[in-house]
């Protein structure tokens, strides 16, 4: 336990950057990737195998919680970490992406949005308000600001409209934060403005304004293509304090990760290395691999023979074929465990690259090594 | 490893019996449940989780390994204990059962059994010679003969034509099992009959003149009621061999096993603990509960917190509940992995209870728990 939430930077190379903070659940190491812990559960994977990839903090997702099981029954049984034997660090998200993206009759006003669940129709509200409210009750060591998030492209006025209620919602939500005084938890703002650089610069200095425990960029990952979003990275981070940390929300693909951390950001969080999984990918050293390819199917090398990872090590590339191909549960379970534990290998070895002062070595050769799988790891 | 595969009886408690069996892969304690791995996996399940849950052999299924990937394949990918990464004893069945439940366009010679895959149409045959041949391929531990199973209730002349003819493909079998001479690997045959008593016995009668590692009772657990399951055992085991082991195959539910170790039996196998926990059903020490019910969505209790396996101490029954709903992976995972626990511990109780001499007192306190539960576990 500590009384503040604190980031420390241990050291730079170029724009990257090597630190930690420290949450009332822990210490977790940047730069950092989240994996994502939709309904209460990193997909098909218990605690132990989620802990075991080398992940250091969850996210869990503020919509899917609210609507089932709802966060008052979460907090009655002791909150998010109790209920999905996480002990770790859980970072939440506000709950705006989601709204926006899987549920039907939206209504935005000023002061909240309206919503019908995707699962069963019920109306909700949610309010910058309630959105803290919700990551309290949930127990988030991080809480997100509700924001609002548009899909690229999008026109500069609908940018600039979004961004705007967007700084206002911040500003609801630092307050609404502040009346709870949870000692040592953290709130983070949301830089939008969409792919004008203006914009986000200007949403920057007014979130700094108002002061939050760390900085994420929001409303990319949304259909721009990855120069578009690199290119509002690069100019947004340096507008942003850098004893704070940065988080790039809903990115992405190991390139966009290690673009992205050479761009200055601290964390990712992404449903690729799970949802992928799922459907017989794998990501690996040597780019993806398509598992259902019937060139697999004879293979008896493991995906990785020198990867962290035992499960990456251990099963043969005609195994994981076989369970992609006869759609075993089992096949989904360990793709999705070899995906994050690839994700937290990255992780690592750009910390080590930072550390070393050769971060730029590390993105080379690792650009080389993905060269080598089925499609381009890009 | 062991010169031959042996079997040691080291104490009986009325007819029930406490053993081991030694194979080329490692010993097993008898009573003993196998869980299935239908596929080259125990659904939803890696290796090390089912070590974890006290299990020391699997079943694999020569029918569905047959189909996909096949056998040939499976060899030169260095057998199932490799391909799947088990490296415990496995017991296969000889495909006999499933063609019979799943395939369409049976034809039946005294020659071998032909069908069409229900994956993809196509046309296999299976005879008592390749059954033995496929198991080799599996490099399996324990093979079974190729039997015809019918369904219950059936006509008399009918049950006496399948025994008959599955003891002449019994006798076929240890011929190509020996012309392959796999030191310490074991082939058991399998008592047929439907529930006719003196067919059964007649069965057992032949099996011994040709003689096998083992002895299965097959063809229950098609329909039957438990009563006339249990008859049909406690008549056959005493016409079989002491000191070798008695396999009741595809049985059963809690219940069924405990009742059948009463009657002499020492080994089983059943879908059932993987299956019904995809379906929401926990198997505990109160009896079977369904995790759907609604009465669980508040409950933090864990299902059982003295049991031995930490998932069903750690996780709430609102959390399986939520997961069961959200029709989450990590459900099935999880009840999968405590029913088999379950089983394990229930095998293990029974074991204890056999030594110490106290089965009888160990059968009705376990018959008292269960009817704590949602639905008696019968």
Request: glycine fraction near 10%; charge should be negative; aromatic fraction near 8%.
């Amino acid at each position: 336990m500590t009384d503040a939430f604190s980031f420390t930077l241990h050291k730079t190379d170029g724009m990257a950057r090597r630190g930690d903070f420290v949450t009332p659940h822990g210490r977790v190491q940047t730069p950092a990737f989240m994996p994502v812990g939709t309904a209460g559960t990193v997909k098909g994977l218990t605690p132990e195998v989620v802990r075991d990839t080398g992940a250091e903090i969850v996210l869990g997702n503020t919509y899917h919680l609210m609507l089932r099981p709802g966060p008052e029954r979460v907090a009655a049984l002791g909150g998010l970490h109790t209920f999905m034997n996480w002990p770790l660090p859980i970072l939440t998200d506000s709950g705006g992406f989601q709204v926006m993206s899987l549920s039907s009759l939206r209504k935005l006003t000023e002061q909240a949005v309206t919503f019908r669940s995707h699962l069963d129709g019920t109306m909700f509200e949610l309010s910058p308000e309630r959105a803290i409210e919700i990551q309290a009750l949930l127990g988030a060591d991080i809480s997100m600001q509700l924001d609002e998030c548009l899909k690229l492209p999008a026109k500069r006025d609908e940018m600039q409209r979004a961004m705007q209620l967007s700084l206002r919602w911040a500003e609801r939500s630092r307050r609404a934060f502040e009346s709870r005084a949870r000692e040592g938890y953290a709130l983070f703002g949301i830089v939008q403005g969409g792919d004008d650089i203006p914009l986000r610069q200007e949403s920057a200095r007014e979130l700094i304004d108002i002061g939050f425990e760390g900085y994420a960029v929001g409303g990319l990952a949304v259909g721009e293509p990855q120069d578009v979003m690199l290119k509002v990275v690069e100019e947004t981070t340096p507008a942003l304090p850098a004893d704070r940390p940065r988080y790039l929300m809903g990115v992405g693909t190991p390139s966009d990760l290690l673009e992205a951390v050479a761009r200055g950001i601290d964390m990712f969080d992404c449903v690729m290395p799970t949802r992928n999984g799922r459907h017989g990918m794998a990501f690996t050293r040597f780019g993806q691999i398509n598992l259902s390819n019937a060139r697999h199917a004879h293979d008896p090398r493991p995906l990785d023979e020198e990867s962290p990872h035992p499960a990456a090590r251990t099963y043969s590339r005609a195994y994981l074929h076989h369970l992609v191909k006869a759609n075993e549960i089992l096949g989904a379970v360990l793709l999705s465990t070899i995906n994050i534990a690839y994700y937290q290998a990255l992780m690592a070895g750009m910390r080590a690259a930072i550390e070393a002062g050769r971060f730029a070595d590390f993105r080379t050769d690792t650009l080389a090594g993905w060269s080598q799988g089925d499609i381009a790891a890009v």
